[in-house]
């Protein structure tokens, strides 16, 4: 992800997070910091999904991942995750975190699948009545797979 990218993040923010979107500066401050990863996927050049991670050894953060509407259920959100899995183990990481809304089961799926576990709930995390839910997910150190499969390029900027 680069700075460049923000405009198209940021209408992607709004619409897939409407009740809690990250203001565009969170954006600016998360790229410039240096623990903080970020990616996008692109097709035709155009900003398809991102995610971005904090890693700070031995454990790494899942900060954000979200896939435009029209493009879910096609395996981005599981290349993102595969990515950022292997950053945070290149990174020398040996657990990742994440929270997410206990209203939002799709996501919970897809973290389940790579071998999170629930650990941990708190409550009104995201406002009255909503719940987030903590999880965790040990890292093992795997082989690279399909990074830019499917025609879909995955960017990072540093
Ligand atoms: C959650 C999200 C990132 C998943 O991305 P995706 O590209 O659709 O995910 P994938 O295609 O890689 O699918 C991964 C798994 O998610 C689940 N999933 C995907 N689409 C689903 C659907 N329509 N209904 C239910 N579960 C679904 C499934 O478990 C799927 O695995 P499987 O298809 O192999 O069984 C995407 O739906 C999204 O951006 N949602 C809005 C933003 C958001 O909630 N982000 C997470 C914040 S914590």
């Known amino acids: 992800m680069q700075p ?18 990250w203001p565009r500066t969170m954006f600016d401050e998360e790229l410039a910091h240096p623990t903080r990863r970020y990616w996008v996927i692109t097709r035709d050049r155009e900003v398809v999904a991102y995610a971005g991670m ?15 509407a029209e493009h879910e259920g096609n395996g981005l959100g599981s290349a993102l995750l595969r ?18 809304r206990a209203d939002n089961p799709r996501a919970q799926a897809l973290y389940r699948r790579f071998g999170y576990r629930h650990i941990h709930t708190r409550a009104h995390y995201y406002g ?6 903590i999880m965790r997910c040990e890292l093992l150190p795997a082989g690279r797979d399909e990074r830019s499969a499917d025609g879909r390029t995955i960017h990072e900027h540093r």
């Open 83 to 100: 990515v950022l899995h292997e950053a945070a183990v290149d990174a020398g990481a040996t657990e990742m975190m994440l929270e997410v």
């Open 128 to 133: 009255p009545g909503h719940d987030a839910l």
């Open 54 to 68: 904090m890693c700070i050894p031995p454990v790494g953060d899942v900060q954000t991942i979200a896939v435009a």
């Open 4 to 21: 460049g990218d923000l405009d198209r993040v940021h209408a992607l923010e709004t619409e897939l997070f409407p009740e809690d979107a």
